[in-house]
């Protein structure tokens, strides 16, 4: 692993942390100049951990990225979820810095992703989890929950509709075998149907609304609305006025939160129903009562609530999110990197697992998508 000489405007990013968060509300933005100098840098800094990516995890003998910095194990490839903040942090980059290169960035990264594509599984086939995998492997439905959301979002950077097709083959998995309609409905997290929990159930109907967006068809809207209906009625969990892990566990997590925030954000922007709107801003806001300010599960997980978040800041305006995620984007560059520059620690500085490549690129996710939103016109509340 060979050090990383990194240029002066990470020192200036990081020179100041701004002081501890209050429970259920971000700090304020400062001066709207330092927020689009700090989006800048966040791209900046987004392009250049790509590339040092690129650089250290690129496996030159299976044409893939390792799990993790000099694997040696017999499987060393990174699992699909190691691979999914990347392939995020890659789209998301095209969507702030939309030149040729970024864009054919994507559309590379997107070829590559399309092969964890097992046929094998089941009659149909689905994404597995590891690469280029064959056979009669188990398979994750929030794995394939986490592809079909990249796909999308490789299809919002390129407009390459080979994406949406990929996209459509995640979530047509997942109803025609996660989905326990013989018995009431919910999503199995796996085809062992160990359990049943509510990362892919949000993924699914965050899939189904965003075709349906795009597509205008029909069948997608009636899947969004069948999950949701579901989630609504078996893990409501009212005293948090979240969404909880299953039906029989009330455990919040934010990144489910996120996904079904955003939700309802695609609904509320196709339909045209505003109940959609209020209840991704109450959602949004227990979101912030419920878990820290300042997020602190870990990079790969706090990158997917807070991209989410920015959905609903997209459609509000409400500077109240953007916020919540700056302030995470600018601990991320303050704590995050490790003395060979790499970001390998969680944004309060204390480490995560070394040399894990979800780690870096749940990192460089987060910079990348907020670099691809505009801030908020003015930062006063």
């Not at 030149?99 to 046929?119: D, E």
């Not at 579901?230 to 029989?248: C, E, F, I, P």
Request: hydrophobic residues 45%; charged residues 20%.
């Amino acid at each position: 692993m060979r050090p990383v000489r990194w240029p002066a405007l990470i020192a200036v990013v990081a020179a100041v942390l701004v002081p501890a968060a209050g429970a259920a509300d971000p700090p304020p933005l400062p001066a709207r100049a330092q927020v689009v100098a700090d989006r800048t840098a966040f791209l900046q800094l987004a392009e250049q951990g790509l590339k040092q990516t690129k650089e250290l995890w690129w496996n030159n003998d299976l044409g893939w990225y390792d799990d993790r910095l000099e694997d040696t194990d017999r499987l060393p490839l990174a699992t699909l979820w190691s691979a999914y903040p990347l392939f995020e942090a890659t789209n998301a980059v095209a969507i702030a810095h939309p030149t040729a290169a970024n864009k054919a960035a994507v559309n590379a990264f997107a070829a590559k992703a399309a092969k964890y594509w097992n046929p094998d599984i089941t009659k149909t086939g689905a994404f597995a989890y590891y690469y280029t995998a064959r056979g009669a492997w188990n398979a994750y439905f929030d794995d394939n929950g986490w592809w079909g959301l990249a796909f999308l979002d490789a299809y919002r950077a390129t407009s390459n509709k080979q994406w949406l097709t990929q996209a459509n083959r995640a979530l047509m998995f997942m109803d025609r075998y996660g989905w326990d309609g013989a018995n009431g409905g919910g999503m199995w997290w796996d085809l062992d149907q160990h359990k049943k929990t509510s990362e892919p159930l949000a993924a699914a109907t965050l899939i189904a609304a965003k075709l349906y967006r795009y597509t205008g068809k029909a069948s997608y809207l009636k899947l969004a609305t069948k999950y949701l209906a579901w989630a609504n009625a078996k893990t409501w969990v009212a005293s948090r006025r979240l969404y909880g892990r299953s039906q029989t566990d009330n455990t919040v997590m934010n990144y489910v939160e996120g996904m079904m925030v955003a939700a309802h954000v695609e609904l509320c922007q196709s339909t045209r129903r505003k109940g959609y709107c209020t209840k991704a801003r109450d959602l949004a806001n227990a979101s912030l009562a419920a878990f820290p300010i300042d997020a602190d599960w870990a990079p790969e997980t706090d990158s997917v609530y807070l991209r989410w978040m920015l959905d609903l800041y997209e459609q509000d305006r409400n500077p109240r999110w953007y916020a919540l995620v700056y302030r995470n984007a600018k601990r991320a560059v303050a704590g995050a990197r490790d003395d060979k520059g790499l970001w390998s620690l969680r944004w309060d500085g204390t480490w995560s697992k070394p040399g894990m490549l979800r780690t870096q690129a749940g990192t460089l996710c987060l910079l990348g998508w907020i670099a691809a939103v505009k801030p908020p016109a003015a930062t006063a509340r």
